[in-house]
Each structure stands twice: as C-alpha cells, then as structure tokens.
T-cell receptor, first 110, second 112 residues
Framework: QKEVEQDPGPLSVPEGAIVSLNCTYS??????FMWYRQYSRKGPELLMY????GNKEDGRFTAQVDKSSKYISLFIRDSQPSDSATYLC??????????FGAGTRLFVKA | EPEVTQTPSHQVTQMGQEVILRCVPI?????FYWYRQILGQKVEFLVS????????KSEIFDDQFSVERPDGSNFTLKIRSTKLEDSAMYFC??????????FGSGTRLTVV
C-alpha cells in the first residue's frame, strides 16, 4: 500500500462549482497535513496547513483531516478558471521529511 | 512577499559532469530543503538542512549528492557525476519552525 494515495484526475468542473479533492494515507504517525497548488513548470505553493484532525477554512478553501479514517480533503468553493492547476496533498510525521501525493489535475471551465 | 530564488532555471549537462544548483532561501528561515520531481511523477524529498548540517536525507541522496550553505544566504545542491536518471525539476524550499514550506520555482536539469 502506498504511503499517500491521491487520484491524479484530471478533474474538470464548470466555473462556480464546489471542488472536492482527497487523499488517503497509511502511516498513522502523520500529524501535519498540507495542501499545495502547483502550476505548470512552477514550484508548489502552500495553500493550507493543518495539524492533526479537524477543519480549517481560508477564504474559498477548506481543509479537513480525519485521522481515524486516514483521509484528508480540500474543498474549493466558487471555483474559478485561475484555480486550474495541480493540487498536491502532503504529510509529515513531525520530522524533516514531507511526503507528497501524486497530485490531482484540476480544470475549471469558464 | 518573500521568495525563494533558484538559479539557473534550466541547465543542460552531459552525463558524468558535475552540476551545482543554487538557491537563495528566505532570509529569516532556518530549515532548508531540496526536493525533486521527475517529469510526471511525485515531488520527492532529497535532503533537509538545519543548523549548518544535514538533518535528514532520503535513499536517493547518495554519495553523488552534497549540499552546502557556503555563506549566510546561499544554499547549493551539487551532483558530482550526473546520470541520465538525474534529469528532473529540482526544487529548493525553506521554512521557519513549521511544516509549511516556501518553494522556489525550480531548476530543470536535463542530462544528455
């Protein structure tokens, strides 16, 4: 079983839709959970950062962590064409090494 | 907004040659990292650097790789004898005491 699993998509939605992106993981020692956005040929950009279980909201973005199910989600409300990118989940046990998911490619159609 | 700066943006090198990838992390950050992303694959951890020494490294980071912080601002990754499979995007990142990194735009390394 892979340490972090993420559906690569692509996911195509109309402008204004609510987008749901998800990752599952197998290592119960993960405590820090991040979502990054990556545009083509650019470095990942941190969107959301959560410690342990719970929800966190920032503008149109909501991150959820369910440690009992080993499942994390990112919701994007009122999606815009500028949200079209690859979204990477990432996790860390508290050490120096962060494990990334494969990324989900999102297309938001105008 | 503070940035992590990487140079060059693209480097082409012959197999067996040495390359040095350069990074200027954000000035008040304490933790520095190199990650790489082979085309179409995951972002993979290479090495972390804290307090002027390597704090953790992956299995990928073998004797062909080394890192240095030669002065107060630069952070470099050296690959001594490049192989075809070293072709990838190499990302430098830095952070404060938390786990949310700021990444640079990357150096695309092409080994021919």
């Amino acid at each position: 079983q892979k340490e972090v699993e993420q559906d690569p998509g692509p996911l195509s939605v109309p402008e204004g839709a609510i987008v749901s992106l998800n990752c599952t993981y197998s290592n119960s020692a993960f405590q820090y959970f991040m979502w990054y956005r990556q545009y083509s040929r650019k470095g990942p950009e941190l969107l959301m950062y959560t410690y342990s279980s719970g929800n966190k909201e920032d503008g149109r973005f909501t991150a959820q962590v369910d440690k009992s199910s080993k499942y994390i989600s990112l919701f994007i409300r009122d999606s815009q064409p500028s949200d079209s990118a690859t979204y990477l989940c990432a996790m860390n046990t508290g050490g120096f090494k962060t494990i990334f998911g494969a990324g989900t490619r999102l297309f938001v159609k105008a | 907004e503070p940035e992590v700066t990487q140079t060059p943006s693209h480097q082409v090198t012959q197999m067996g040659q040495e390359v040095i990838l350069r990074c200027v992390p954000i000035s008040n950050h304490l933790y520095f990292y190199w990650y790489r992303q082979i085309l179409g694959q995951k972002v993979e951890f290479l090495v972390s650097f804290y307090n002027n020494e390597i704090s953790e490294k992956s299995e990928i980071f073998d004797d062909q790789f080394s890192v240095e912080r030669p002065d107060g601002s630069n952070f470099t990754l050296k690959i001594r004898s490049t192989k075809l499979e070293d072709s990838a995007m190499y990302f430098c990142a830095s952070s404060t005491s938390d786990y949310g990194y700021t990444f640079g735009s990357g150096t695309r390394l092409t080994v021919v």
